[in-house]
């Protein structure tokens, strides 16, 4: 009897080992999902849960179908010792990331590796107005230092600072092309962080600083043209906000409640 109980844990044991080792790939895209409230997904996902390829997709339209946010393929290896607790995983993509992201740590923190994001500049007119009227065109690169996650219950807290570097960035509403680059530097405390624009160099210039705490963002800043640019740029500040009063030049107020 002995003997038989044995030999059925270790066919159970057995069998539990072979389920887990091929777990679908499709599985980490409901992961993705799950943290992602569904505004992220996985698309032709291939391989398995500890080693396959996708690209990261918005919300599947009502047919299914999943449109990329970024360039390429991710491809990820995750090591079985999730099961006890113990994440280990590796990302790849040389379409989008720089070099290749780590992800280390337990259930509630982990650490990320420093690396850098290319981002499609379009995807800004999906924030909303006035970047959808905007319709922003150029080069973006989001780059991080080592960054400590820790989350309790619904609630996520980073540290470290990210950094969004705006290259030739255009406007359909204006002929002049390119109109600067910029760069948006966040440094996150826990739930919180504060954030400073400033002009690289171009004929428009952008200046400002704020908060985003708790999800919310709260932003005061200017928009004016380069000496020379005032002309080219009159109708495009104005689109922008309200002039501020008492200024000499045409110096646009950028405020976000």
Known sequence: M????????AIA???GLT???????SWMGQLVEAQSGGRLTLGDAQG???????????AASKDGA?????????????????VFGSVDMELQNPDALTQPV???????????????LMLPADGLAGLGAPLNT??????????????????????????GRTTLEMQDMASRLSPLKPLGSYQLAFDWQGQQAALALSSQRGPLLLSGAGKFEHGRLQFSGQAEAATGYEDQLVGLLNML????????KNVIALEFR
């Open 2 to 9: 002995k003997r038989a109980v044995l030999w059925l844990l």
């Open 13 to 15: 044991l057995s069998a």
């Open 19 to 25: 389920v887990l080792a091929f777990l679908p790939a």
């Open 48 to 58: 398995t849960l500890w080693r396959g390829s996708a690209f990261i997709g918005g």
């Open 66 to 82: 999943v449109t990329p946010l970024l360039p390429g393929r991710f491809s990820w290896r995750l090591s079985p010792l999730v």
């Open 102 to 116: 780590s992800l280390r740590g337990g259930w509630s923190s982990w650490e990320v590796s420093p690396a850098a």
């Open 134 to 159: 905007l319709a922003p065109s150029g080069r973006m690169k989001l780059s991080w230092t080592s960054l400590q996650i820790e989350r309790a219950g619904q609630a996520v807290a980073l540290r």
């Open 241 to 248: 906000g309200q002039r501020k009063p008492n200024s000499v």
